[in-house]
């Protein structure tokens, strides 16, 4: 399976930008994927993650309500639409995978997720 995220770019504060990640390699309605960023020298950041099965999906305190991850199954594609954007939002964006079902104690951890994309780049000025 291979992960490919794009659609990074520079946004004004209080801008719009959807990131999309397409998912290569499998059946890809059935299991989940994520989002995360890092900016360099942090950790890397849990921000969002759909579920595979059932649809649930999941965000960080810091972007709910601002942030929606949704999919596209017949694209194979998994997006992450970021409203009202903040500085302290700029990261590089990554989404990630597994090729089993994540417990849900663990959707938030990046240790849990073993396929990654390389990653697309969000700035947002002030």
């Known amino acids: 399976v291979q992960l490919q995220a794009f659609g990074g770019g520079v946004v004004q504060t209080g801008g719009s930008l959807r990131v999309s990640c397409v998912v290569s390699?499998?059946?890809?309605?059935?299991?989940?994927v994520a989002w995360f960023r890092q900016v360099p020298g942090n950790e890397r950041e849990f921000v969002a993650a759909?579920?595979?099965?059932?649809?649930?999906?999941y965000y960080a305190d810091s972007v709910k309500g601002r942030f929606t991850i949704s999919r596209d199954n017949a694209k194979t594609t998994v997006y992450l639409q970021m409203n009202g954007l903040k500085p302290e939002d700029t990261a590089i964006y990554s989404c990630a995978t597994h090729q089993n079902r994540i417990i849900t104690s663990e959707l938030t951890q990046a240790r849990a997720y073993s396929v990654w994309g390389q990653g697309t780049l969000v700035t947002v000025s002030s």
């Open positions: 390699g499998r059946t890809f309605s059935r299991y989940d």
């Open positions: 759909l579920r595979g099965s059932g649809g649930h999906t």
